[in-house]
């Protein structure tokens, strides 16, 4: 098994040198792997650190992109795109995860241990919905995940208990969803699921355990929560459209 990692990185400079560190030291093992620093829009001297550390070599490949826009989906798509480029075989797995490690590597033991009890399996999320998770958040985020989910699934038709977790695709799958996702905003990961899902494949939920957040997050709430409501109907039409 061959595992890349894609990081988004916005205004991460404060946490990125510890972040890389326990990159390394945790995949060190799963060689050869490469970590995809995705800088998007920074105003501190995140991508300066990118640079800095894409040149020491400790064992793990990391390598620092620029994507052109802030925006996670930005992010997302370059990194991807570039680890497909990189190994599109069906044994090579890419991992997307934030820049802070949330959830440690929590999610990364469990897939491993679903992958020896399930081979033929080619995606799976870190799920904080998982019955198992071990996850503390305050009411707000959690009334807001709900609604999100009874919308995604009332609009959407989706089983994915918590797209917006971390997650790990075959890199051969992730090449055939690549051109249909359109959003280059929080809603990447939730239209990627969504085609997933449409294709009739389910992705493995894992159960987290949630570390907390190492810098503030940068989701608004209510500006971000109203443009995904909207790209949730935009996406519904679009679907519709397609299958007529």
Known sequence: MRLSYVIPVHNEQSIL??????????LGEHAPCVVFLVENGSRDDSWQACTRLATEERGVDVRALRAPRAGIGYALDLGFREA??????????????????????????????????????????????????????????RAGSLGYKVLRRAMLGMRTGDP????????????????????????????????????GIAPHELPVVY???????????VNDGLTMFGQVFQLRRRLSRSST
């Open 17 to 26: 040198d510890e972040t890389v560190a326990r990159l390394r030291a945790r």
């Open 211 to 221: 570390e907390g957040e190492r810098r503030p997050s940068s989701v608004r709430f």
């Open 164 to 199: 917006q977790g971390t997650f790990f695709l075959r890199a051969s799958l992730l090449r055939e969803l690549l051109p249909e996702i359109r959003a280059r905003n929080f809603f990447y990961s939730t239209e990627l699921f969504c085609l997933l899902e449409r294709r």
């Open 84 to 141: 497909v480029a990189l190994d599109a075989s069906p044994d090579h797995w890419i991992a997307f995860t934030a820049a802070d490690l949330p959830f440690g590597f929590s999610d990364l033991e469990e897939l491993l241990s679903w992958r020896l009890a399930d081979p033929s399996g080619a995606a799976a999320i870190g799920s904080k919905d998982h019955p198992r998770s071990r996850v503390a958040t305050d009411w707000k985020r």
